[in-house]
C-alpha cells in the first residue's frame, strides 16, 4: 500500500472505532502499524485482564484466535472482533481437546492423580479440561499454588513447560507442544552474533529452546522484556529471541538502547505468519461489517471460570482437590 493509502485507511479506522464505540486491543506481535492506533498493546495476560475493564460495546483484537476467544469469555455480554477468524496458532493446534481427553483418561486409569495447568495459547475447549490457565507472566505464581500432591501435567508447550519445571523444581508431566516461531532460533547465528556484540545482553522468551535459553542472560515474557531493558539507564545492546515484531514495542518504550533481532534458521527474522494475517484493511473491514466475531460456544462456561480464577484471582470453586480434571 503507499503511504497515501495507508493513511486514508488508518483515517477510516479511526473514524469507525468512533462510530461503533470500539476499543482496538493489539498483541506485542502484531505488525508496529497495528500497534500503532491500538489503545492498548500488551502480552496475553496484561490484554485478558485489560479487556474485562473495556467499557465500550465493541473489543477489536487484533491477535491471534484463541486471544479473542479468551477476551469474549471474560466479557460474554461485548461484541469481539478479529480481523481475520484464520488467524491461528501452532502452539494452540499442537495440543487438540479430544487428544488431551484421552491422555487426563489413561493418567487417571494408571492411578496419577494430576492436575492440568494450561498455557493460555490453547483453545477454549482444552481451558475447559484444565484446573489452571497460565501466561508467561504469571506461570510461577501459579505453578507454586499448585498443592505438592499433586502431579503437573502442562500442556501444550514443552520448552515452557521445561523451564517451568526448571525454575519451581516441579516434576511435570510435558505435552509435546512448541510455538513455530520460537522454536526455530538459530543458536549458531546466536552464538556468532554475541561474538560480534560482546557487550550485548541476550533476552529470549521461555517459549525458546533450552539451546537457546543457555545462552541467555534474561529469561522472561513479553511484559517481562519490557521491565528488564527499562532497568539499564546507558544505551545498551539488546539480542531478542523472541517475535520481530516486540522490537518495535520495545523501541517505543526504551529508545535509548539498541535491539537486534536473534535470527532464525530459516530467516532473518522471526515473524509469526499467524499474527500477519491481520492486517490495516481487515482491521478496517471487520469494523465496516461486524465481522468475523467471535460467538459464545458452549465450552466457553467452563473455560471462562478456569480463566477468572486463574488470571483475574476470582475464589476458587472447583479446585479443592477434587476437581474433575485433576485427579
Ligand atoms: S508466536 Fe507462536 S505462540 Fe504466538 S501466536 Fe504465533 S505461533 Fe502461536
Redesign the pocket.
Known sequence: MSTAVVDDVVAEIKNLKKKIGATILAHY?QESEIQELADITGDSLKLAREATKVLSPVIVFCG?HFMAETAKMLNPQKKVLLPDLEAG????DSCPADKLERYQEMLRINGRKFQTVTYI?SSAAVKALSDWVVTSGNAEEIIRRVPEEYEILFVPDQHLGRYLSEVTARQMILWNGS????EIFSVHDLVRLKQKLPNAITIAHP?CPKNILEHTDFIGGTEAMIKHVSQFKEPTDFLVAT?ANMLWQLESKCARHRYHPVPGITCACNK?P??ARNTLEKLRDCMLTGKPEITWQPEFDKAREVLERSLLNVPAKAVSGGHPHGD
Open positions: 506481535y491471534v496458532c501452532s502452539l494452540s495459547n510455538c513455530m516461531v520460537h517459549e517475535e509469526c499467524h499474527m
